[in-house]
């Protein structure tokens, strides 16, 4: 079956660096996307890595390892605000994500 | 550009009856799919539509049917509700390229339907 494997909770300080990590298993994978929920909002798109390595975007970075089937979210300078939701996501060749089972961060001051 | 919209955002039905989703894509966006969120079982795929023609399906029952029409607005519609069905269900438009496939989904803020 096709699943992808994150910590439940994350709890980190205001100002720290927080890594979540996503291991998946796929079949027709293409690249791994990584979304941000707020209890009660919608899931909006953070990054997406389709080849191996670093992606920065802001205080959000994202890595990639095909070999491995390992990904991780980075988030840095960590802010009261970044209190939410994370989820990995799979994409194969169509439109269909298939989503991680999510870590809830907690930021504490 | 707006949003996706969704509507309504709230539902309280009874089991046994039926209920119909309703979805606005960024306008542009000929991709949607449909979500169920669920505390339990997280975010699963129920299906997705592109030029008014399913492409995708995820492992729910046949309970479970949508459409999309010619302006890419789409609906889903849940038959013979059960407990169960209580959950988010949210809606993604995404923007197509040539392969067939898009990195980024928008979803809307998610209809709440609670069964009774």
């Known amino acids: 079956g096709q699943s992808l494997e994150q910590p439940s909770e994350v709890t980190a300080v205001e100002g720290a660096i927080v890594q979540i990590n996503c291991t998946y298993q796929?079949?027709?994978?293409?690249?791994l996307s990584w979304y941000q929920q707020h209890d009660g909002g919608a899931p909006t798109f953070l990054s997406y890595n389709a080849l191996d390595g670093l992606e920065e975007t802001g205080r959000f970075s994202s890595f990639l390892s095909r070999s491995d089937s390992y990904g991780y979210l980075l988030l840095q300078e960590l802010q009261m605000k970044d209190s939410a939701s994370y989820f990995c996501?799979?994409?194969?060749?169509?439109?269909?994500?298939?989503f991680g089972t999510g870590t809830l961060l907690a930021v504490q001051p | 550009k707006a949003g996706v919209t969704q509507t309504p955002r709230y539902l309280i039905k009874t089991r046994g009856q039926q209920v119909t989703l309703s979805c606005s894509p960024i306008s542009g966006h000929r991709s949607v799919s449909w979500y169920q969120q669920t505390p339990g079982q997280g975010l699963q795929f129920l299906f997705e539509y592109f030029s008014e023609t399913q492409r995708n399906k995820g492992n729910f029952p046949g309970r479970f049917s949508g459409r999309q029409f010619s302006n890419s607005r789409s609906e889903m519609n849940v038959s013979t509700l059960e407990l169960g069905d209580s959950a988010l269900y949210l809606c993604?438009?995404?923007?197509?390229?040539?392969?067939?496939?898009?990195?980024?989904?928008?979803f809307g803020p998610g209809t709440r339907l609670t069964v009774l």
């Open positions: 993604a438009s995404s923007s197509e390229w040539a392969s067939g496939r898009t990195d980024t989904q928008y």
């Open positions: 796929t079949s027709g994978f293409y690249g």
């Open positions: 996501a799979a994409g194969g060749a169509t439109n269909k994500l298939i």
